[in-house]
């Protein structure tokens, strides 16, 4: 159970060789993706507010109005966000996912009313977790609730410390239990969700190098995740990736790049290695200036890209 993360950091970590692939740079190509998709793009500002704004595939790509819900976070207070779940209720929304603040990982809920401002009338948590990511670059839930209630659902929680070990949990009750580790990862900048079954989950991730990769995980204990190359080479300029599901196997993914404040939009379809069907959509709209961006799922949230 993670009461403290950094000592179940030290639990067994594996090593994973990414090697090294050729092949075909990213550029435009076919998609199987017909219809305009879009992803819900969610940030926190420096003040601490939560946004959310449809970023929709279309030709060209469209931003939909941005809303802003103040004093979810103190001002620069958050040091990493996970995807967060928005679920319906009343003309609002519910709201949870998991956040680093000061060195912890925190829990972090609240409801909205119709504009999306706070609801007072429900509690507003972010509660303390376990300490001891301080020296994580990132950290990622994934909530599987299959559509057949026969199904398990479970929750798994990702982060990658600044070494490039990827550590893994599971929840367990009321805890966190570890189910792996993997090494060999120094190289990767941004590791985004792409597909979740019911035996594995699987990244999609560029490294320093230029390399676009998709990294498969099994959800059984202590199992090896497998990396497979996508592309070779033009993906090193992105410092986050971000995804949705696009289609029936697909993927849109938005690339960000942090030196320039730029966004650029792509269909991927499922992937395949190298054979993998990118088309590029463009570059989005807005400025990305905001200190964290992550994706708004839904309660239901299926992804399908591996």
């Avoid at 959310?52 to 620069?76: D, E, H, K, L, W």
């Amino acid at each position: 159970m993670i009461r403290k993360a950094a000592g179940l950091a030290s639990a067994g970590v594996l090593a994973l060789t990414l090697g090294v692939a050729v092949g075909s740079p990213a550029q435009a190509e076919t998609s199987a993706t017909s219809a305009p998709c879009a992803l819900r793009l969610g940030s926190v500002t420096a003040t601490g507010a939560h946004t959310s704004r449809m970023v929709t595939a279309t030709s060209p790509i469209t931003i939909g109005g941005v809303r802003g819900t103040a004093g979810v976070f103190q001002p620069n207070q958050v040091q990493h966000t996970t995807t967060f779940v928005g679920t319906p209720l009343l003309s609002g929304e519910s709201r949870a996912g998991l956040t680093v603040i000061g060195g912890a990982l925190h829990s972090s809920s609240y409801v909205v009313d119709g504009q999306s401002q706070i609801d007072p009338h429900y509690p507003h948590n972010n509660l303390r977790i376990g300490g001891g990511w301080g020296n994580y670059r990132w950290v990622e839930q994934s909530i599987h609730r299959p559509a057949n209630a026969g199904e398990p659902s479970r929750t798994m929680l990702y982060g990658q410390q600044i070494d490039g070990t990827m550590h893994r949990w599971v929840a367990d009750g009321t805890g966190w239990r570890k189910t792996g580790g993997v090494g060999g990862l120094s190289t990767v900048k941004s590791m985004t969700l792409i597909s979740r079954t019911a035996t594995y989950e699987t990244f999609l991730t560029n490294t320093r190098a230029g390399k676009l990769m998709t990294v498969r995980w099994p959800t059984s204990y202590l199992s090896v995740p497998t990396a497979t190359p996508v592309r070779d080479t033009t993906w090193q300029g992105f410092e986050q990736l971000i995804a949705t599901k696009c289609g029936a196997t697909g993927t849109l993914l938005l690339a960000i790049d942090r030196d320039t404040k730029s966004g650029y939009l792509y269909a991927v379809g499922h992937a395949s290695g190298k054979s993998t069907a990118i088309r590029s959509l463009g570059k989005v709209p807005m400025t990305f200036s905001d200190p964290q961006y992550f994706r708004w799922a839904p309660k239901y949230d299926t992804l399908s890209g591996d």
